[in-house]
């Protein structure tokens, strides 16, 4: 149990305001950039490290933070009711970096990679280590949310509302300021490559610097102890509201066939025990959690900015000029956004509204804002059906693709028996065309009057690549591309062919492919976008090029026709599309659901709080972190349950059921009456002192005078 220490006769401070509130803010900033930074990579870490598909990915985030939003009721309960708000943020603040330092750990991949594949070879092991940090940062992040702000409050005298009132608007810059940084800075850290065995891109580093943050604000935070106001818990409110919802329907079905007298409300049965005025005020609570019913589904929608919009711009073109912009570093377009329009909608909106004598009511505004996310969706799903268009078409299950790429000196003619034959210009190449793979046996293959026939076995369900050349004779070659899926995370994935008759050692900045053979191909490689410096050796002779730019995503066959001199001569087949849709075309659906954001999110706070009692208003904010959690754990019901294996139709899917529930709320609403709490308490509080007066009695000349009823 902490201490109170009371009011204090002098308290540092600094403009009139405590200085332990500036080791408050810049605790809460830290903690913001730890929890941000780490949440903004997550998702492509779990793909891209311990390669899981995109809805196990989805998934994983979605529970993760849905526990984020549940652990507050825990922190909540500890701090009021057992160790107070100071160390419980102690306590939970400890839990919470050891969690970012496992996770941290765990996404250290040269711990595990025996075989230098990239690949861990133990992938239990990052993936057990990742689950452990992910649940100790939900308890650590989601005890002390409620308890920072709260304990930052504290920290005030009860003259000095003004001041406080500005803290709570530096908090929550301080929140915006930390998520923002962090998610432009730690895509940017996964981004390099590090590693002492495997270069990868860096997710150990990613994760190390939040990790490290989280240690700065909590040694910030300790570091101000002795300058706290530190009160003493008083005991959870939310434990009286269970405590009497739970006697009011135990004492209801106890009674339930006896002859007692109805009463107006279920709660009234708790009577026996509980006051009148906290009966009432548990009812004005259970009017509002009773709007909250429908809410969930918007967060639904609103948390997918980290899982799905950000796989989604994986395959989209992150070139804006001098800038390149991280699949990840989209997220940021939010609190961007969000910085931008709370003045403007609270200074030039909402006053625009009022002067149209539009009754834009709290409830209206949330409706509103619902709308405005599934009108966010919709443009995501348009926005994927341009995506789609652009993305390869890989082999179905018995299928084979083929393309034939003529390195020959005269046009050829190539037929699959299966009644499908194409012609072939020198040195050019078709499309890959599909066939199914049981009818593919025997190939043809013509050049002016000479015809050969070659038998090959092909794999179903792979692209394959047919070499042919005239040069010298007639020669065939059959390839396995192995690319099922388009390159992911940006990368653009090359191979070669020597057609030249010698030898060649070949180098692309810096990777080298070895020595080469004549009518040889070499494995693909990965490389980042932009040019490339290409070097050949043959013969005592060394020839350069540089690469055409090389864009997010693609996959090309370079041929190599020649050295002559100092000149490299060079052919491009391109084997996939490089990502042609922009980010920028994101933007939209960012800016719509980032409105939503504004009229929902904020309205609905400062609604909770006008509607709620003065101590019961930590109860009605448990409620709303609630639907937070609730809506993500809705994200992995539709995700599990659906076998939607086109994305778009899945945002359509949900842009339809947050309709349907918006108009349910809608409906609550206009049944719902406002209410003003202080107003209800100042006529209970006089009800009390009325009852009280009517049990004393009452002295007249020194006598007692029974009062007639």
Not at 231 to 240: E, H, L, R, Y
Not at 686 to 696: T, V
Request: with cysteine; proline share 4%; aromatic share 12%.
């Amino acid at each position: 149990m902490e201490k109170d220490i009371g009011p204090r006769k002098s308290v540092p401070g600094c403009f009139g305001y405590p200085i332990s509130i500036f080791f408050i803010v810049i605790n809460e900033f830290c903690e913001r950039f730890s929890y941000y930074g780490m949440r903004a990579v997550l998702v492509l870490y779990f793909k891209y490290f311990l390669h899981w598909n995109d809805d196990l990915s989805t998934a994983i985030y979605h529970t993760f933070v849905a526990l984020c939003y549940l652990t507050p009721i825990l922190g909540a309960l500890i701090a009021d009711s057992f160790l107070g708000k100071f160390k419980t943020i102690i306590s939970l603040s400890i839990v919470y970096t050891v969690g970012q330092v496992v996770l941290s750990i765990s996404s250290i991949n040269d711990l595990t990679d025996g075989n230098r594949d990239g690949i861990p070879d133990n992938i239990e092991i990052p993936i057990a280590l990742s689950m452990i940090g992910l649940v100790l940062i939900a308890l650590g992040t989601g005890g002390i949310k409620p308890c920072v702000a709260a304990f930052g409050g504290d920290q005030f005298e009860e003259h000095q509302e003004k001041q406080r009132s500005t803290f709570f608007s530096i908090f929550y810059l301080s929140i915006n300021a930390g998520s923002l940084i962090s998610t432009i800075i730690t895509p940017i850290l996964r981004g390099e490559e590090c590693g002492i065995h495997v270069k990868q891109k860096c997710y150990p580093l990613a994760f190390g610097v939040p990790a490290a943050l989280m240690a700065i604000a909590l040694i910030v935070f300790i570091v101000g102890s002795r300058m706290y106001k530190k009160v003493k818990p008083q005991g959870n409110v939310m434990v009286q509201v269970g405590k009497c919802i739970t006697f009011a329907i135990r004492n209801r079905f106890t009674h339930r066939s006896k002859d007692y007298p109805k009463r107006e409300h279920w709660l009234d049965w708790a009577r026996e025990k509980y006051a009148k005025r906290l009966i009432t005020e548990i009812k004005m609570v259970l009017r509002v959690l009773f709007l909250y019913i429908p809410l969930p589904m918007f967060w639904a929608l609103f948390d997918q900015q980290g899982s799905r919009w950000t796989l989604q711009a994986t395959t989209m073109d992150g070139d804006f000029g001098p800038i390149q912009i991280q699949p990840d570093q989209m997220q940021t377009v939010n609190p961007i956004l969000i910085v931008i329009m709370v003045p403007v909608v609270d200074m030039v909106v909402y006053p625009l509204i009022k002067k149209c004598r539009i009754n834009f009511t709290p409830l209206r505004k949330m409706t509103v804002g619902m709308l405005l996310a599934a009108l966010a969706f919709i443009i995501a799903a348009v926005v994927q059906g341009q995506i789609d268009q652009t993305l390869p078409n890989f082999p179905e299950p018995g299928q084979s693709q083929i393309k034939v790429i003529n390195l020959g000196n005269s046009n050829a003619t190539i037929d699959f028996n299966t009644e499908t034959s194409v012609g072939v210009e020198s040195l050019k190449s078709t499309d890959y065309k599909s066939f199914d793979t049981a009818h593919l046996h025997n190939i043809s293959i013509t050049y002016g009057s000479k015809t050969i026939n070659k038998s090959f076995e092909f794999v179903g369900k792979e692209r394959h690549t047919l070499e042919i050349t005239n040069v010298a004779e007639i020669r065939v070659e059959l390839l396995v591309d192995g690319l099922t899926v388009k390159p992911e995370q940006g990368n653009n994935e090359i191979r070669f062919i020597n057609n030249m008759n010698s030898t060649i050692n070949i180098t692309m900045d810096g990777t080298e492919f070895g020595e080469v053979n004549y009518f040889s191909t070499t494995n693909y490689s990965a490389f980042q976008r932009g040019e490339k410096h290409i070097r050949v050796i043959t013969d005592n002779m060394s020839c350069e090029a540089t690469s055409l730019v090389f864009g997010y995503g693609s996959a090309y066959t370079i041929i190599v026709n020649g050295c002559n001199g100092t000149h490299l001569s060079i052919e491009y087949v391109e084997d996939i599309q490089a990502n042609t849709v922009s980010m920028a075309w994101q933007i939209p659906q960012y800016f719509i659901i980032t409105c939503a954001e504004v009229v929902f999110s904020v309205t609905g706070l400062s609604f909770s709080y006008a509607q709620a009692p003065v101590n019961m208003k930590s109860v009605l904010q448990a409620g709303w972190l609630l639907t937070v959690a609730v809506g993500n754990i809705i994200v992995l019901i539709i995700a599990g349950a659906t076998k939607i294996s086109e994305q778009w139709a899945e945002y359509v899917l949900f842009a339809g059921l947050l309709i349907a529930v918006t108009i349910i709320f809608a409906i609550m609403a206009y049944f719902y009456t406002y209410v003003d709490p202080a107003e209800i308490e100042a006529q209970l509080i006089e009800e009390e002192k009325q009852e009280e007066e009517k049990k004393e009695p009452a002295y007249e000349n020194g006598s007692v005078v029974q009062s007639q009823m």
